[in-house]
């Protein structure tokens, strides 16, 4: 049964960093593209990133543009967020999957192209001074 362990979150004060992983286990993360989500208290699930399985090319959210960078190893079979520059509305579980696509509307499907069909635990951000 496949799964994804997402790890590096943590307590942060505004304008630091934190470089988040994304850890896959029984399948092959590079036959698919990566998508990072995250739900902050109260909200609604909403995707923030994705890149694709080829060619590293990636999409964002107007949220985080400019101060979040997704990445992967596929010979470790992990992604990665690395997130800078970072702000109290970036407080939230945050969440990947492997995705059956990515384009600019991955950031508004609701998680509809979750290949895993299920979520991991996620990796809890806290952005406070």
């Known amino acids: 049964q496949g799964q994804v362990v997402e790890s590096g979150g943590g307590f942060v004060q505004p304008g630091g960093s934190l470089r988040l992983s994304c850890a896959a286990s029984?399948?092959?993360?590079?036959?698919?593209?990566v998508a990072w989500f995250r739900q902050a208290p109260g909200k609604e699930r909403e995707g923030i990133a994705c890149?694709?399985?080829?060619?590293?090319?990636?999409y964002y959210s107007d949220s985080v543009k400019g101060r979040f960078t997704i990445s992967r190893d596929n010979a470790k079979n992990t992604a990665y967020l690395q997130m800078n520059s970072l702000i109290p509305d970036d407080t939230a579980v945050y969440y990947c999957?492997?995705?059956?696509?990515?384009?600019?509307?991955?950031?508004?499907?609701?998680?509809?192209?979750?290949?895993?069909?299920?979520w991991g635990q996620g990796t809890p951000v806290t952005v406070s001074s």
């Open positions: 029984g399948f092959t993360l590079s036959y698919y593209h």
């Open positions: 999957v492997p995705y059956y696509y990515c384009q600019d509307y991955v950031m508004r499907d609701g998680g509809r192209g979750n290949a895993m069909g299920a």
């Open positions: 890149i694709t399985r080829s060619d590293g090319g990636a």
